[in-house]
């Protein structure tokens, strides 16, 4: 017989936990299809969000207001009007009447010239031009300012080609009615917990019950292999995975959606890890609470899609909801990250602005984590 | 086959609330023994042999196991035994040598030592080209002979065998008694439970469980002889029919 001495105690279950990663990675990745589901889950997430709901921009009509009245603004309006995607409903003789073009809701987009404008690109090397839009629907505003804001570009090269006077035109963007674009706000943050949620809950309890199914984990508990440390094995994967998901959210998000991140990337990283957590915790209570991987999934899916979905407010508000749901919504942790990542990503605020939502989850967290470990013993004697 | 006892229970009882799945077994177990342990479905075999592999606490009862407690020594005995689930119990997704190399890891043997015996074990099976392949694609029969050759990898005092030949041939299954004899030649103590009755004349001694309680325990020539009976078959029947509980 061959066992290492006490002293190698520490190192062994450290080389036997490294072991025990290496296999659920293989796992992982001989899945092909949940590998897939794994990743492709967020990106079709958000392209649905984000994009669905989007029409192709084209022939939208817009309201030019023309102070200017110069070669420069006539030149752009131009190009504007040649353009597939505008058409120029009419001519506005002052700024006080975009609002109101806007109110009949035709017109999304209002382009205004200041005075001077090509006195000041030709002295100055340096114009202005604003552009508005309604943004109560905020991807169509956020499409139609792109497209806009790149014909302006776009004349702007045409010019530069034939000068080196380093001239510059800047758009000033103003979305009206929703200055925060509240759509991409609201649901990037809400996939985030969505999908976060799903695949550690999902993944965690499928992969536990999996052992289960087919016997393995009786081979597992019968060696000298420390039970909480199979727990701990299984999760780290799916933690690193879920990292690499919401690294992939976020670039989506920030550079496809224009999601802003104002805040500490670092401390989003955190909360979300604490998300994780709770649901690597949840999969473990899910775990052992059913014996096989159907129901495993069916739990999962049932108990954390609608849930979330319902009381996260990313799809219903939840201060419209009645009160006993209202209630009822403060028991789902995702609720709570959802606040955390608005005022991180959004408002830009620091750890003393979401202490409390920290805790709460934190709390939430030890509590599934205590009892789900202790049902995981129980199960054992 | 020394006299050395590595099993050992006195009045082992399994209650699940007013059941007694396990009702006051004594036997002894020695080194290098090939230990049958028969029994109709129900009548509380696999309980008997939770208990003993750790994976369940007896509610009354003494037993050590490779000289350890059943109680208070569970950590020492999981590292001197293996056990091969009847629901065959390796990796499907995994290689054969990841499977190897996995088992091998968790209990503790290093890298070195993982090689050389898995050379030996890959020989031994007739695995060499087969390495690279997932254990999912293997025939049964390779399946089952590879899980009880990681179920003794570690070179454990005892291994525990829950019903190990469940569906395959009989070749496959006289092969895989081969491996058993192999391993009891090394020494390791093998504790097999089984249905079928062909298998239990292969074991050293026998014992017969009905209803939780352990009616029989001998050699299979000498529980032919006072069962008067010409096969085991014949010996199981006639104990089996007094039976009174279902089968599960």
């Known amino acids: 017989m061959s066992w290492p001495g006490e002293q190698n105690e520490k190192q062994t279950d450290m080389k036997q936990f490294i072991t025990f990663v290496r296999k659920e990675f293989y796992h992982v990745f001989r899945d092909r299809k949940t590998l897939l589901l794994l990743f492709g889950m967020p990106i079709a997430q958000i392209i649905l969000f984000g994009f669905a709901l989007t029409n192709e921009i084209k022939n939208s009509k817009i309201v030019i207001c023309d102070y200017a009245k110069d070669v420069s603004s006539m030149a752009i309006i131009q190009k504007l009007e040649a353009s597939k995607s505008f058409e120029i409903e009419k001519n506005l003789l002052s700024h006080k009447e975009i609002e109101t073009t806007f109110r009949e809701g035709k017109v999304k987009l209002a382009i205004v010239f200041p005075a001077n404008f090509n006195h000041d690109l030709a002295h100055l090397n340096k114009a202005q031009i604003q552009i508005i839009a309604d943004a109560s629907d905020p991807n169509t505003a956020n499409t139609l300012t792109n497209y806009a804001a790149a014909i302006v570009r776009d004349y702007l090269q045409e010019l530069l080609k034939n000068t080196s006077i380093p001239l510059q035109i800047n758009t ?43 016997g393995t984990m009786e081979v597992l508990l019968v060696s000298p292999f420390n039970p909480i440390l199979v727990i701990i094995s299984k999760a780290v994967p799916y933690f690193l995975l879920s990292l690499i998901n919401l690294t992939i959210i976020l670039i989506l998000s920030v550079y496809l959606m224009g999601m802003p991140i104002n805040g500490s990337i670092l401390l989003l990283y955190f909360e979300s890890s604490l998300l994780i957590l709770t649901a690597l915790s949840l999969g473990l209570l899910i775990s052992n609470s059913t014996d096989s991987q159907q129901s495993a999934m069916l739990i999962s899916l049932m108990g954390m899609l609608l849930p979330t979905m319902m009381f996260t407010g990313f799809m219903f508000p939840l201060e419209n909801m009645p009160l006993p749901l209202q209630i009822i919504s403060n028991i789902v942790p995702s609720k709570w990250y959802y606040i955390i990542v608005k005022s991180i990503m959004i408002k830009g605020l620091g750890f003393s602005a979401i202490w409390k939502e920290t805790l709460i989850l934190s709390g939430m967290t030890l509590f599934l984590l205590v009892v789900s470990i202790r049902k995981f013993k129980i199960r054992l004697a | 086959m020394t006299n050395e006892v590595v099993i050992k229970t006195e009045k082992l009882t399994k209650r699940f609330g007013d059941f007694i799945a396990t009702n006051e077994i004594t036997f002894d177990v020695h080194a290098g023994e090939i230990f049958g342990f028969l029994g109709a479905n129900g009548a509380g075999k696999t309980t ?66 993982i090689k050389e015996k898995s050379d030996t074990l890959v020989q031994q099976l007739g695995l060499q080209g087969e390495l690279k392949k997932l254990v999912g694609s293997l025939p049964l029969g390779w399946k089952q002979k590879l899980a009880f050759s990681v179920a003794v990898f570690h070179d454990p005092k005892i291994v525990f065998l829950d019903e190990p030949t469940g569906g395959v041939d009989p070749v496959t299954r006289r092969q895989f008694w081969d491996l058993i004899y192999a391993a009891s030649d090394r020494g390791i103590t093998v504790f097999v439970t089984t249905h079928y009755m062909d298998e239990a004349e292969y074991c050293n001694r026998i014992s017969m469980m009905v209803d939780g309680v ?34 599960d």
Do not use: H, W
């Open chain 2, 48 to 113: 008997a042999m939770r208990m003993l592999c750790g994976l369940s606490t007896p509610s009354s009862g003494k037993a050590t196991i490779a000289g350890f407690d059943i109680y208070k020594q569970t950590e020492q005995i999981k590292k001197n035994i293996g056990y091969m689930s009847q629901k065959f119990s390796l990796y499907e997704d995994l290689t054969v040598t990841e499977n190897i190399r996995f088992f091998g890891g968790i209990y503790g043997l290093s890298d070195k030592q």
């Open chain 2, 214 to 247: 352990m009616k029989a325990l001998d050699t299979p020539a000498n529980l032919k002889k006072q069962f008067n009976s010409g096969s085991m078959d014949e010996v199981f029947f006639e104990l089996a029919r007094g039976a009174k509980r279902k089968a």
């Open chain 1, 172 to 214: 000033d963007v103003r979305m009206i009615y929703n200055p925060e674009l509240k759509g991409v706000t609201n649901f990037v943050p809400g996939v985030m917990a969505l999908v976060l949620l799903l695949v550690c809950v999902l993944m965690t309890s499928v992969s536990i019950v999996k052992e289960k199914e087919m």
